[in-house]
């Protein structure tokens, strides 16, 4: 088992910037990659950004590129998401999610056996 728990997430203005932190712990060997996802009220979740734990080789969705950036820690088992130029739209609850060997870490939540509560992302225009 893998739990997720997510730290960083608050208040801030159209322009502002944030870094959401998550932080893995247990059989965290076992993780492949990692991703951020978001819900909006009223909206389906949505993956963000993914990154392969070993290579860091990373993946955005169209609407976050150029903006956010995704990277992790190995040593510490932690996983980022810097979020830069935040427009009111970014305003979600963002969960990290871990797949383990095997998945092919797509942007699908089908694709990621763990997930994290969230923390709550709020953008004022």
């Known amino acids: 088992q893998v739990h997720l728990v997510e730290s960083g997430g608050g208040s801030v203005q159209a322009g502002g910037s944030l870094r959401l932190n998550c932080t893995a712990s247990?059989?965290?060997?076992?993780?492949?990659?990692m991703g951020w996802f978001r819900q909006a009220p009223g909206k389906e979740r949505e993956g963000v950004a993914r990154?392969?734990?070993?290579?860091?080789?990373?993946v955005y969705a169209d609407s976050v590129k150029g903006r956010f950036t995704i990277s992790r820690d190995i040593a510490k088992n932690t996983l980022y998401l810097q979020m830069n130029s935040l427009k009111p739209e970014d305003t979600a609850m963002y969960h990290c999610?871990?797949?383990?060997?095997?998945?092919?870490?797509?942007?699908?939540?089908?694709?990621?056996?763990?997930w994290g509560q969230g923390t709550q992302v709020t953008v004022s225009s």
């Open positions: 999610a871990a797949a383990r060997y095997g998945s092919t870490c797509q942007l699908f939540e089908s694709d990621y056996n763990y």
């Open positions: 247990g059989y965290t060997y076992s993780i492949a990659c």
């Open positions: 990154i392969w734990r070993q290579s860091g080789s990373t």
